[in-house]
């Protein structure tokens, strides 16, 4: 770009938004504020005293040298390191910035990593929601843009090598469909409570599609407990919660039952409160399916969100979770404990 007198901008296309402010001094002066010319307009000879009256003595114009990028071509490159599968870039460029929006509903991935490689690279910048959580097709997940009008062929290049070969975000769609609940406790096998964590656990998976197709009261002996989590092995269900009997005490068998079972056991324990005492584990079945096996601790009952909904995004688009994904929920992993919970706008403060 090249600055020029406004007297001399005829014919030259402008660089930038020019914003114009009209104070509405007198009854029939109109009041306004924003841009009276639009970036890549061609001046002409009329809009000259207009300019001058915007107190634009000078102005930028548009004279790409050699080894420049525009803005907005630059934009669209930027998208590209982010957009990955299930999610789509959407729009035109507009002053260099381009949203990145989910096309299915899932699970939100990013690579962190990777994302602050490319944010430690100046003049570019990649904003993004928090990974690991539900979104809905349409929704929002990430903006990017240069911060100058032009940019250096080789800063954008320096941004590009950060990214590596693949899309810094994607959305894993959910894809689980069944589950099957083994409610543990004495006192609700024989009746004397009702089953209250079942319609819970019925509600938070039916939000991301998945059907409870198996409810069992097996009490609380770990034979019992076993034998009802092979029946529901043997229906084929895709997800698999225990709940309650999560806590130490003699009583709670729910954790050995599982591992008798034969699940591949994750974690036991979460850095998370509520929901401490929250175990994940794996059954490996024949011909490589892994069927997820959570054993739900208490507070989920009665807590609006606990790290059962934390994780939950993650299981119902198949997407496996490691000890290391359990490990960094411990930085906001707090519940504040809000009188009014907004989660998940506020997920534990984040």
């Known amino acids: ?27 029939d002066a109109p009041r ?48 590209a390191l982010v957009a990955g599968p299930g999610t789509e870039a959407t729009g035109a460029p507009s002053e260099g910035k381009i949203n990145v929006r989910a096309a299915v509903d899932g699970v939100l991935l ?72 083994v409610a543990t406790g004495s006192e609700v096998a024989s009746g ?7 319609p819970v656990m019925v509600d938070k998976l039916a939000a991301y599609g998945i059907e409870v197709v198996s409810r069992s009261t097996p009490g609380d002996e770990r034979d019992a407990v076993v034998a009802a989590i092979d029946e529901t092995r043997a229906a084929g269900v895709d997800l698999v919660l225990c709940t309650g009997g999560m806590s130490v005490d003699p009583d709670d068998n729910t954790p050995g039952a599982i591992r008798a079972a034969g699940a591949r056991v994750v974690a036991y324990g979460a ?14 079945e024949p011909g490589g399916r892994s069927v997820p096996v959570l ?18 995004p993650r299981l119902a688009a198949g997407v496996e979770v490691t000890r290391s994904d359990l490990v960094a929920l411990g930085e906001g992993g707090l519940c504040l404990g809000c009188t009014e919970c907004t989660y998940p706008h506020c997920p534990f403060g984040r």
């Open 32 to 79: 306004f504020k924003g841009p009276r010319f639009r970036k890549g307009h061609v001046v002409t000879a009329e809009d000259v005293p207009v300019l001058l009256s915007m107190g634009k003595v000078n102005l930028y114009v548009w004279e790409l040298e050699d080894g420049m990028v525009h803005e907005d071509d630059a934009a669209r490159r930027m998208a």
């Open 1 to 27: 770009m090249r600055l020029v007198r406004t007297e001399d901008a005829v014919g030259h296309v402008l660089c930038h938004d020019m914003t114009q402010i009209l104070t509405g001094d007198s009854p």
């Open 110 to 181: 990013v690579d962190s990593e990777r994302l602050r490689a490319v944010n430690s690279v100046e003049q570019v910048m990649v904003a993004t929601r928090r990974g690991g959580f539900a979104v809905r097709a349409g929704d929002l997940v990430a903006g990017t843009r240069v911060i100058p009008l032009v940019i250096a062929e080789e800063q954008l290049a320096r941004a590009e090598a950060a990214a590596g070969e693949e899309p810094l975000l994607s959305v894993a769609p959910f894809s689980l469909r069944t589950a099957a609940v």
């Open 295 to 312: 054993g739900v601790p208490g507070c989920a009952m009665y807590n609006k969100a606990t790290v059962l909904d934390l994780i939950l």
């Open 192 to 198: 004397l409570i009702e089953d209250r964590f079942t």
């Open 271 to 284: 850095p998370v409160l509520p929901g401490a005492m929250l175990l994940v584990g794996y059954f490996d």
